[in-house]
């Protein structure tokens, strides 16, 4: 079953390839993963509105491995495709390959997550969330729940990733820069893991006890991750104010239940379709804006009804 | 009888063949320079690991940490850069490698365990220090202009790194093949004990296996972060899988003893040939990883299939491949 | 000719030769449960959370899933098997066909289908080792990259969501206080090390791993008993797996990622020999309490991830190199 | 005696090992020119001397002095410089290398690490064609049979320009008839003035070619003698400490009906339409020069390899044995030639290693009765007095000949009715080698079928009843002892004619 569908895909594939390349444009979508549950949606909004847009996508994919997407650069490349759509998964490590696209007059945009600035004479744009924005708006949120004080820990993603990275500066920073009384504990990495997550929730639990006033996660799925762990220490105590990120459904009904107090909404759907839209702009020839944003939401108990879920 | 066996015994060449007759066929802009150019300079990556673990595979040793020492080698390399400038911190990085296959070696002949579980635990260490290090934040170098220059293309073909990569390679047959320490290699993962007993240091070999396996990592880890401008401890986490898979694919047997240069150039340009190939067709990756699970094994079972024949063959007694003793007399 | 040197041993003084062996034993074994105590020592005066009821269960709820891949992968050393490397993809295997398919026929036929399919994963496994003669690292390699590559394709690369709330109820809940989890790991630790050190089968496991030529000449069945440990182990993995999945309610193909160093670390520090022939599951959870204790203290005391890492890697060395060393001593 | 003559001089050796004094004040010395043979029962420490002169194992006291000077040895490449060379009884090659390779493992011809491969390929083919092995240079010496990898073993020790060269067992794996042409090179080499030590259980070999002969017993040095008006017996006698009159017992057995018969079986490689059948109560021998496919058939009517033709019945019903457990329950036990390899897992006990083939019989439910597990063992190692008398020690801490005991016990156990042995004295010393040919006797009087496989002719006519001889994949009908001699089993064996 599974078999026939992948042959019928790699056909399909070729026969677009070659009889398709003379009409359509191709763009080469390197992407962060193929099974994720943010980057699925996104990746699948994308293909969906190039479709629409009669754009040809080349999806490759990085597994979340840097080094896989420099790679990949070069395979698109080499491939001589119209433009290059680059989820980075690093500030700096594709400044070679975004070289040579542009060496090969390849324009390239960026998904999702910003580069370094030494990156912007390469891109010609980047479209989707500000990852260090939603610390910020994280650290809003978080500070406004617990009256400007307490102790809080950060559930951080994979250590070096960049999106963790801009997820927890902006945090730190933010609380910083409105100097509040906020005090974090300890950051641990759960790899965006759920399962790591609640390993982690648990002995963070166990150490700090009832010193912890409050909780962020760098997703909703670890933020998931501590709620059950606390529901496994402390089945009667509500838990302290806790607030993710990504606005997936079940964060939603935590809302609902005051398990959860915050998640910003980063709609994949509309990440994916705004790079595309995009890029199809570039591709006809017009300006685009150096920085397209897509819009954050902070979801708490008062806009949970108004408010779509992410995914 | 005789073309099946030939056939089995070139199959990594034949599968290479094949990958690339039909890509050409299918693939629209796969035979081209660039491609090649691309593919190659995207190869020599897993190639200068497989380098490496080639001697260490053949010595029957195993190097689970390459993909760690790849990291932190890097990350030297560009930390150093304000202190010491490009090229020194290039070499000090290669130095890291150096000295992490040097602990390797140490270990496993030292202590006498196996590589296996060793090198998994260098791995997790030389991972840790990696993060430790750079406080888990990739680290950038400071001329992005010499990343751009080394990432340009000679002679229509060349990268630096897969110049290197195929030189290396060259030397490393012209060693396996041609020089006394490179038959010993084989003779240590053949039959240690006999190597020992004939005078052969074998633990020293290993010890050299592991340096030289550790250098190569800390070489690829240091091109690529010269290439990319950035070290970051997250760099090469699932690379040692593939570079396995194209040693292994190449013919070298993984108890040792087995295993060649130009093996392993087969198994590494397979390797790329086939994932670019896939990605020219945007093919999603697990679909990808199917296939390359798949010959991986396929070619396994083979080897199995003509290691079974030959030593059936050598289980004949004496009398079918001619009387060993000519002379002498009889009861 | 090591023939020589025994022979003299018991005609001279082969009592003295053997009590130095068992000796070393003892002290083998006994370091760990010192080792353990250590720890336990350490934790309680360091920090006053560590020595408590709802701490150990914590512990024990964690070290529940990995540990009953522990108990497969024991198996996978004694038969001399190396390491079984396909236990992410039998773990992604159990967790996302015991929540996918929960719509379709009900949340226990889905668990069992899962775990069944988990075991026809191991089957392959053994069938390359057993019977075909391949290498371990690279049948489970293989045969797991191109396992998780399918369990992807059919699930379309997404995450899988449960939708039968009151199965991880059951799983999460807790029997006479005790995590429903960690019953279900001690009940199959308890059938392995049956199994291993009581059973005919473990017995032929231990055969093979000590002397694969011997065992098939004594008509042990030595391909079927090598296949059968890959069997096991992808078994445990699948009921770890859609244990995982009911626990977490949700399952990503990478869910199970580590899980086959975790297993392995666990089984190499409890003393399990790599070359087989040797070890016993109680060994292999006496490995995994250490490091399970070990890295809960580390994470009480706020050690930095990056150190908990290097701690461990720097334990695993220390545990091989001790068992080298003492097995050298030993004579053996 | 004088220095010059001397090539090996160790005086008060001794080793010792935790626990364990291996060796006890040896002295030992070796003349240029000469075969000194080393005889000794397994556990008399001859393997220990060896490996002190090889360098394996630095002695614990005493002086080595070779050539007249005094040496000191730590490793087998110290010993290798001073010109010792050693050719062990196991097979100890490279097989992933050619046979050149092989012959100049450790130090192949070159310069600056550059192998000259053309110089080393000449070099060891007239080296071989000296030794007159017909063997191509450039093959993978894993492509060899065994008997050819041992002449590439002594032709690399011969290369090797050896003044003083160390023979363990050489001639285990050969037939009579080629180590009749190793005795002529060796003899050749005494007489180029190279030293000569010779490791053997078989007597008859080191009354041919031996010059002195030195016994050793438990550690110690016993005796050295010159070869001439030492007589077999007196050999035993030292080395045993006691007189051994019997070494082939027969006792007599009613033979009943035939239990195994084979028609016409083939497996298409190594043997073909072979037949025989083995009766109750008779031991037949199964003999023939090494690689004429005896132990071939042996692993085949086990089950341990596939036949492609013919037929097996076991008493009077056709069967087919397609793997050991078949052969189990079929009735039919394989003590097999390998012990080490084959025979034992050491690493188990003694009761582990007895109740390996019927730990199915012995559970229930699958879980192994412990009682009947210690009775079972119990009782071999009281019957067949294994010494020491514990079922929970370790196999490997045995020695050779009370492992073997243990083997036959663990098949005993499988209550067979046929029992194939396959060379069960090989490597025994004299003492344990009677012990089991007595319960060998006990066996076929309670009206077992044995098939020995045996290379040993004394044996083979001593023991058997009657005699099958293969050559070359083909068997001859069985023979009656009382119509053969040694020199009629060479004759069928080399297919040659005696005059």
Redesign the interface.
């Known amino acids: 079953m599974i078999e026939k569908r992948n042959l019928l895909y790699v056909a399909a594939a070729a026969m677009l390839a070659s009889t398709g390349l003379a009409h359509a444009k191709t763009v080469c979508y390197v992407n962060a993963a193929d099974s994720h549950a943010y980057a699925t949606p996104a990746n699948e909004a994308l293909q969906e509105r190039a479709k629409e847009l009669k754009i040809e996508i080349l999806s490759l994919s990085q597994d979340f491995d840097v080094q896989k997407g420099t790679e990949q650069l070069n395979t698109c490349v080499a491939r001589g495709v119209d433009g290059i759509i680059l989820w980075p998964l690093d500030p700096q490590a594709y400044i070679p390959g975004l070289a040579r696209a542009q060496q090969a007059e390849i324009p390239a945009i960026l998904i999702n997550s910003p580069m370094g600035e030494e990156a912007k004479p390469f891109v010609t744009s980047f479209t989707g969330p500000d990852v260090y924005e939603e610390g910020e708006m994280a650290a809003d949120a978080l500070n406004e729940a617990l009256g400007g004080e307490g102790s809080v820990v950060i559930i951080a993603g994979q250590a070096g990733n960049g999106t963790t990275i801009g997820r927890v500066g902006g945090f730190e920073d933010r609380l910083k820069e409105i100097s509040s009384g906020i005090e974090v504990l300890d950051t641990v990495n759960a790899d965006f893991d759920q399962q790591k997550a609640l390993v982690v929730s648990r002995d963070l639990i166990t150490r700090f006890g009832d010193d912890l006033d409050g909780v962020y996660a760098n997703d909703d799925t670890m933020a998931r991750g501590f709620i059950d762990a606390w529901k496994e220490a402390n089945p009667s105590k509500p838990t302290p104010p806790i607030v993710g990120i990504n606005g997936q459904k079940d964060a939603f009904e935590s809302i609902r239940t005051g398990e959860m107090h915050a998640t910003i909404v980063q709609s994949p759907v509309e990440d994916g379709r705004l790079a595309i839209e995009t890029m199809a702009r570039i591709l006809d020839g017009e300006e685009v804006k150096d920085r397209l944003p897509i819009p954050l939401t902070v979801v708490t108990k008062e806009n949970v009804e108004s408010v779509e879920p992410a995914f | 009888m005789r073309y099946v066996s030939l056939a089995l015994q070139y199959r990594v060449g034949i599968i290479l063949g094949l990958t690339l007759i039909v890509s050409a066929m299918l693939v629209p802009g796969y035979v081209s320079a660039t491609t090649l150019s691309l593919g190659l300079d995207r190869a020599a990556t897993i190639g200068l690991i497989a380098i490496g673990l080639t001697v260490l595979l053949i010595a029957g040793q195993i190097d689970l940490s390459a993909g760690s020492v790849f990291a932190l080698a890097g990350i030297v390399s560009i930390m150093l850069q304000p202190q010491l400038g490009i090229l020194p911190a290039a070499a000090a990085g290669v130095v890291v490698g150096m000295v992490a296959g040097a602990i390797n070696g140490a270990l496993v002949v030292g202590l006498k365990v196996h590589s296996l579980v060793l090198t998994l635990a260098t791995m997790l260490i030389f991972r840790s220090i990696a993060h430790w290090i750079t406080d888990s934040q990739p680290v950038t170098g400071t001329d992005i202009m010499f990343s751009l220059a080394l990432a340009q293309i000679y002679l229509d073909v060349f990268t630096v790194r897969s110049a290197l990569f195929v030189a290396f390679i060259l030397l490393l047959h012209f060693w396996l093949t ?7 290699v ?2 240590v ?3 240690a ?9 074998s633990g020293r070999i290993l010890f050299f296996g592991f340096v030289f396996a550790g250098t190569l990592a800390g070489l690829a880890g240091v091109l690529q972060s010269l290439v990319t401008n950035t070290g970051s401890p997250v760099f090469g986490s699932t690379l040692i899988v593939t570079v396995i898979a194209a040693v292994v694919v190449g013919g070298t047997r993984i108890e040792g ?2 295993g060649s240069a130009l093996g392993t150039l087969g198994g590494v340009l397979t390797i790329g040939a086939l994932t670019v190939a896939m990605e020219f067709q945007s093919v999603p990756a697990y679909v990808q990883q199917v296939v390359s699970g798949f010959i991986l094994i396929l070619l396994v079972v083979l080897d199995r299939t003509v290691n079974t024949r ?10 079918v ?11 | ?14 009592d ?3 009590r ?1 062996s068992k000796a070393v034993e003892a002290l083998s074994k006994a370091g760990l449960l010192i080792a353990i105590l250590a720890v336990v020592l350490y934790g309680s005066i360091a920090n006053a959370a560590f020595f408590s009821t709802g701490n150990f269960l914590n512990v024990l709820t964690s070290m529940s899933i990995v540990g009953i891949v522990v108990v497969g992968m024991t198996f996978v050393l004694v038969v001399g098997g190396l390491a079984d490397l396909s236990v992410p993809a039998t773990i992604a295997c159990g967790a996302i066909l015991s929540l996918g398919l929960q719509p379709m026929i009900g949340p226990v036929p889905s668990f069992v289908v899962a775990v069944a399919l988990a075991g026809a994963i191991g089957l392959l496994n053994g069938m390359l080792v057993g019977y075909f003669g391949v290498n371990p690292i690279i049948a489970t390699l293989g045969v797991g990259t191109i396992g998780l590559g399918i369990v992807q394709a059919a699930v379309g690369g997404v995450i899988v969501y449960g939708t039968n709330p009151a199965s991880a109820e059951l799983v999460k809940g807790r029997l006479f206080g005790i995590p429903v989890v960690a019953l279900i790991f001690a009940a199959i630790a308890i059938v392995g090390h ?2 291993l050190s ?4 473990g ?2 496991t ?2 093979t791993g ?2 694969y ?9 030595v391909r079927a008993v090598k296949a059968g440990a890959f069997v096991i182990t992808g078994l445990a993995a699948g009921i770890s797996g859609g244990l995982l999945g009911l626990t977490l309610q949700s399952a990503r193909p990478l869910v199970g990622t580590g899980y086959e160093f975790s297993a392995i670390t666990a089984v190499v520090v409890g003393g399990v020999s790599i070359i087989g ?2 070890g016993s599951v109680p060994r292999a959870i006496a490995g995994l309490v250490f490091v399970q204790l070990l890295t809960n203290v580390m994470v009480l005391e706020g050690v930095r991830t990056p150190v908990q890492g290097f701690v461990l890697g720097t334990l695993i060395v220390c545990a091989v190199g001790m068992d080298a060393a003492l097995r050298k ?1 030993g ?2 | 005696m004088t220095d010059a003559h001397c090539a090996l001089d160790m005086k008060g050796i001794t080793k010792t ?6 060796l006890s004040n040896v002295n030992f010395s070796v003349k240029f020119g000469s075969v000194h043979a080393v005889v000794g029962e ?7 001397l060896m ?1 002190v002169l ?1 360098g ?1 194992y630095p002695p614990t006291s005493g002086t080595i002095r070779v050539g007249g000077a005094e040496v000191r040895m730590r ?3 110290d010993a ?2 001073l010109g010792v060379r ?1 050719v ?2 196991e097979i ?6 050619s046979v050149a ?1 092989n012959v100049y ?4 011809p ?1 310069k600056w ?3 000259r ?1 053309r110089e080393m390929v000449a070099k060891a083919t007239a080296v071989l064609e000296e030794l ?4 191509n240079p450039r093959e993978r010496l ?4 065994i ?2 990898q041992q ?1 590439v073993e002594i032709a ?1 020790a011969y290369a090797a320009d050896p003044r003083i060269i160390v023979l ?1 067992e050489p001639t285990s794996s050969l037939s ?3 180590t ?3 005795f ?1 090179i060796l003899r050749k080499m005494r007489d180029d003035g190279i030293a000569i030590v010779y490791i053997s259980h078989r007597l008859k070999e080191v009354l041919q070619i031996a010059d002195e002969v030195t016994v050793l017993r ?2 110690s040095m016993i005796e050295t003698r010159p070869i001439q008006g030492i007589t077999a017996a007196e050999m035993i006698s030292l080395m045993v400490g006691r007189e051994v009159n019997n070494v082939f017992p027969k006792s007599p057995a009613a033979i009943g009906a035939p239990v195994l018969s084979v028609e016409n079986i083939s497996d298409g ?2 043997f073909r339409d072979v037949s025989f059948d083995v009766r109750a109560g008779e031991i037949l021998g199964l003999t023939g020069l ?4 005896r132990t071939e058939v042996a692993r085949a009517i ?1 089950g ?1 390899s596939q036949l492609t033709g013919g037929t097996v019945r076991l008493g009077g019903r056709k069967t087919a044995v397609r ?3 078949d ?2 329950k079929a009735g039919i036990a ?1 003590v ?1 030639e ?1 012990r ?9 006990c003694v009761r ?1 290693n007895i ?3 019927i ?2 019989q ?2 229930r439910l ?3 009765s412990h009682g009947a597990d210690r009775a079972l063992a119990g009782h071999y190692v009281s019957q067949f007095a294994i ?2 008398p514990d079922g929970e ?2 196999i ?5 000949g009370n492992q073997q005991k243990a083997v036959i016990a ?1 098949w005993l156990a ?1 209550k067979p009715s046929v029992l194939i042995l396959d060379e069960p004295t090989r490597g025994v010393d004299v003492g344990a080698k009677a012990e089991i040919h007595n319960i060998i006797g006990q066996l076929v009087a309670e009206g077992m079928a044995v098939l020995m496989i045996s290379s040993e002719l004394p044996e083979v006519l001593g023991v058997c009843d009657r005699v099958v001889v293969m050559r ?2 083909h068997a001859s009908v069985p023979l009656d002892r009382k119509a053969l001699s ?2 009629r089993i ?2 069928l064996a ?1 297919g ?1 004619e005696v005059a």
């Open positions: 041609r020089t006394i320490p490179g038959r010993n084989f003779a993962g053949s039959n004990v006999a190597a020992e007993e004939s005078g052969i240091a003893g087995k030959r030593k059936a063959a050598a289980d004949r007694p004496a009398f491949q001619g009387n060993p003793i000519k002379q002498g007399g009889s009861a | 000719m090591t023939d020589g040197v025994a022979g003299v041993a018991h005609m001279k003084s082969g003295r030769f053997t130095g049956f199994v009581r059973s005919f089968w017995r032929w231990l055969a000590g002397n030529s011997a065992a098939e000449a004594s008509a042990v069945p022939g040797f001593r004579g053996a | 090992f935790p626990g364990v004094k291996a397994n556990g008399a420490g001859k393997s220990t490996k090889n394996s490793r087998p490449a290798q410089a050693m062990h009884q100890n090659l490279v097989p992933d290398l390779e493992l450790g130090r192949m070159g690490t550059l192998l491969r007159g092995a017909a063997i894993g492509n060899l049979s008997s050819q002449l690399k363990d009579e008839h080629e009749a042409a190793l002529s438990d550690g490689r190594h090494v690689g004429a496919g086990f341990l793997s050991p457990s052969a189990v394989y097999p390998d080490k390899g084959d025979g034992i897992v050491p690493a188990m582990e109740s390996l083939p730990l199915r012995l559970s699958g879980r192994i010494s020491p020690r370790r490997n801490l045995l020695s050779g663990k499988a070359d994949g040694e020199e060479m004759a080399t040659e």
